[in-house]
């Protein structure tokens, strides 16, 4: 039986840079180790942060505007450290070992933080339960721990995906279709780990302790790292193909080396390697696009490239290089309209649980109260809910009208995502100005929980929820998909720091908020005591951005080019 019969065409190995066979490595025979290390690092991370902004305000004795402020912060550095990672495993160590080390990062800082919760000494000292006087070495202690569990996330995030996806051959056509499903169930097992975090891990912060509270997601997490190293054997790994970064200087500097020279009307005449493969590790050649053509000149060929002896590729470059920089240039104004989602998916760890805090959290007549953070259980029970209608419903329905193998192309997945999330912020800010009134007609400005059921806040976590399974997961899929062979953990990463620059610009805009509406001793918009605050005015101002986002969106989606890896299916 020929070669390709026993290995991947795309030239994947196994973690010992040998040849990976096809017929026993990859697809879903590796996968659940993937998944189960997905859901489980989730489960730490969302256990640790789903109630992170409550920590800062009732242990570190922090106001809120800082509290919502320092929590955004983080959760944004969460999502710019992916850059560090995606890099190492593209240019040097590929996923597989990427992964692993910062997985060992994540654990020391889990295990830190769940130290400064519990070892007397760097424990904030605490008199009553909202009562705390923190010294600077605890809080110092406690933000170290945070930023080593950033550092660590950052190197896990935009390559366990891709690691997942790498596991299916792109020339296969079974194996090809199994790849879109493998996004929305990869997706499906983040939340059930958040599901776990949201309501068990909430409540043991809220109820038992806080050192519990940081401890079991320490344990969760090294449970993930097990989980990742026991399907060692069955993994498909694509070799790293260098620094991707020099690779796109290289075409830029290339091009405006030849600004003056005229492209030939036969593309064919640009240069390209004559083997099969290109000429950089880990990556098919991509097809020529006729869009961006400035740069196509830094592949055209002059009397001063010595084709025949060694090519300086700051001089001139292959098509696939050239490609490689049109991907990424195409990718950045979708890339952008991610932003404002992120900032509104950021309220559900902010301002959605300050709301909640000054609703009834008592579930009926019983003395049981549900944690304001555990309100995000009915996001992930609506991405829970929404994964298998959209894979099993939605996808075959869609496809008998459009002809999509997927039913919707990731572009139209992503705009009706975006436009759900203009709901959720409408109805979070309906619900605030209900509550308002009721504080106003009975005076409950000093109530510390107002009768109105914190259940009222279920509608716009739920429509979240949904959003998240429309725009979340076709981002994963499209960024993966569009992004050159060699550059997919870049391209994840690109992804992930919407989800940063979204969170820094909620910080951003509860900064200017507060600095406008807080002058001249006027407790502005989000006060310390939000029965006096406006927050349904952020709301409305979040969704006015979104508006004005989605209509943005729709006009790159329609001018937008797909790429088209040479010998890949359609």
Not at 36 to 49: D, H, K, Q, T, V
Not at 163 to 183: C, L, M, P, R, V
């Amino acid at each position: 039986m020929a070669e390709s019969d026993f290995y991947t065409k795309d030239g994947t190995v196994d973690h010992k840079g040998k040849p990976a066979n096809i017929k026993k490595t990859g697809t879903w025979k590796a996968c659940p180790f993937i998944i189960g290390n997905e859901c489980c690092e989730r489960l730490a991370y969302y256990g640790m942060s789903s109630n992170l902004v409550r920590y800062f305000k009732h242990r570190l004795n922090q106001h809120t505007s800082v509290a919502t402020r320092n929590n955004q912060n983080w959760s944004g550095t969460c999502y710019i450290t992916p850059l560090i990672g995606a890099f190492l495993a593209d240019a040097y160590l590929g996923r597989y070992w990427t992964i692993a080390l910062f997985s060992i990062i994540y654990v020391f800082g889990m295990t830190l933080l769940a130290m400064s919760a519990t070892v007397h000494g760097i424990k904030p000292r605490c008199y009553t339960e909202d009562n705390c006087d923190p010294t600077v070495t605890q809080s110092a202690v406690f933000f170290v721990a945070l930023y080593l569990v950033a550092l660590g996330t950052g190197g896990i995030k935009p390559c366990v995906s891709s690691y997942g996806a790498d596991q299916f051959d792109d020339t296969n056509e079974t194996e090809k279709k199994h790849k879109s499903s493998f996004f929305n169930w990869f997706y499906f097992s983040i939340n059930i780990g958040a599901l776990i975090a949201s309501s068990v891990l909430v409540w043991v912060q809220d109820n038992v302790s806080w050192g519990w509270g940081f401890g079991i997601p320490a344990i969760a997490m090294a449970i993930a790292v097990v989980f990742f190293f026991s399907g060692t054997r069955l993994y498909r790994n694509q070799k790293p193909g260098g620094s991707p970064l020099t690779r796109l200087c290289q075409v830029v500097v290339a091009s405006f080396r030849k600004c003056r020279l005229a492209v030939p009307a036969d593309k064919s005449l640009l240069y390209e390697t004559m083997d099969a493969e290109s000429n950089i590790k880990g990556s098919r050649k991509v097809e020529h696009t006729e869009d961006l053509s400035f740069f196509d000149k830094a592949a055209v060929e002059t009397e001063s490239d010595d084709i025949k002896g060694t090519v300086n590729s700051w001089r001139l470059c292959t098509v696939t290089q050239v490609e490689e920089l049109k991907a990424v240039i195409r990718l950045l104004p979708i890339w952008a309209t991610g932003i404002i989602f992120a900032a509104v998916y950021s309220q559900m760890s902010n301002l959605f649980v300050l709301q909640g805090e000054r609703m009834n959290t008592h579930v009926g007549n019983s003395t049981f109260k549900i944690p304001p953070a555990s309100l995000s259980i009915f996001d992930t029970l609506s991405v829970i809910f929404w994964v298998p209608i959209y894979d099993r419903i939605i996808v075959p329905v869609t496809r008998k009208f459009t002809g999509h193998k997927n039913g919707l192309t990731q572009l139209q997945r992503m705009g009706i995502g975006l436009f759900i999330s203009i709901f959720a912020m409408v109805v979070a800010a309906i619900l605030e100005l209900e509550r308002l009134r009721e504080v106003r007609r009975h005076n409950y400005y000093e109530v510390k929980e107002m009768p109105m059921t914190i259940f009222w806040q279920v509608p716009q976590y739920f429509l979240i929820g949904c959003a998240e399974v429309f725009t979340l997961i076709g981002q994963l899929e499209f960024f993966y998909e569009q992004a050159p062979d060699a550059m997919r953990s870049f391209c994840s990463a690109l992804q992930l720091t919407t989800i940063a620059l979204g969170n820094y610009l909620s910080s951003l805009l509860v900064t200017i908020v507060t600095a406008i509406t807080a002058r001249n001793d006027k407790l502005g918009w989000i006060p310390d005591n939000l029965n006096y605050g406006h927050i349904h005015y952020f709301f409305f101002l979040l969704a006015v951005l979104s508006v004005l986002n989605l209509g943005a969106f729709l006009l790159i989606a329609k001018w937008y080019t797909y790429k088209k890896a040479v010998g890949t299916l359609r």
